[in-house]
């Protein structure tokens, strides 16, 4: 009976998009195994699944997908776990004193529900206001891309984003908002394949109305070419 009760208490959390802490909760032996450990346990338990649910893995289109997943797990889609796998951001100093907002909008977003290991898909638009210090361009999308790839809820991934950001820029004034499809919800339960999920993190002067509207008016602006 408290086996049901507890396997109910975590299908709630799943259903009703429940994060439990504000950074990815890994265990202290996180990284004690390399990743070519990882990848051969890895590859024994999806052929575990796959076996399970009767599938013939000595067919040829089969018999290698239990390497391929593991593979992809630790080195692609969960390759943000790794601290070592972290960006290095290299900041510069604003000779030009450049102290108008910078926003790099449209970054492409592909991460993974925590809850259901199913693709997260959208954009990351993320903006900065310099004390003095700027980042390089594609530093801000290598920083979205490394907290992606990891199992995410999409509510921790965009302070996660801010959050280093400040850390780097040496300055509270960072924003993202996150506009993502969570498959979670579009091909299963409830199916519905219209919805979007946005999310928002504003920091220091990005929490004044006129800012934050001044930003989220440059995520507005049609810049197709």
Not at 46 to 59: F, K, N, S
Not at 195 to 222: N, P
Request: aromatic letters at 6%; hydrophobic letters at 35%.
């Amino acid at each position: 009976m408290k086996i049901d009760k507890a396997l109910e208490i975590i299908e709630a959390l799943g259903d009703n998009h429940v994060a439990t802490s504000a950074t990815t909760p890994l265990r202290k032996d996180a990284f004690k195994l390399s990743d070519k450990e990882k990848i051969a346990l890895i590859k024994e338990d999806v052929q575990h699944i796959m076996e399970t649910l009767g599938l013939d893995l000595t067919d040829d289109s089969l018999k290698g997908t239990p390497q391929r997943v593991a593979k992809m797990y630790v080195n692609e889609i969960f390759a943000g776990l790794h601290p070592q796998r972290k960006p290095d951001a290299s900041t510069f100093k604003n000779h030009y004193k450049y102290g108008e907002m910078l926003v790099e909008k449209n970054i492409t977003v592909y991460s993974t529900c925590e809850h259901h290991l199913l693709p997260i898909v959208g954009r990351a638009h993320v903006a900065y206001i310099s004390n003095g210090t700027v980042v390089g361009l594609s530093k801000m999308n290598r920083i979205v891309d490394y907290y992606a790839k990891r199992p995410q809820v999409q509510e921790r991934m965009t302070m996660q984003i801010v959050q280093d950001l400040q850390v780097v820029l040496g300055t509270k004034d960072v924003a993202c908002v996150i506009d993502a499809k969570h498959l979670c919800v579009n091909s299963r339960g409830i199916r519905d394949i219209e919805s979007s999920t946005v999310t928002s993190e504003f920091g220091g002067k990005f929490k004044e109305e006129s800012v934050r509207r001044e930003f989220l008016d440059y995520i507005k602006l049609d810049t197709t070419f």
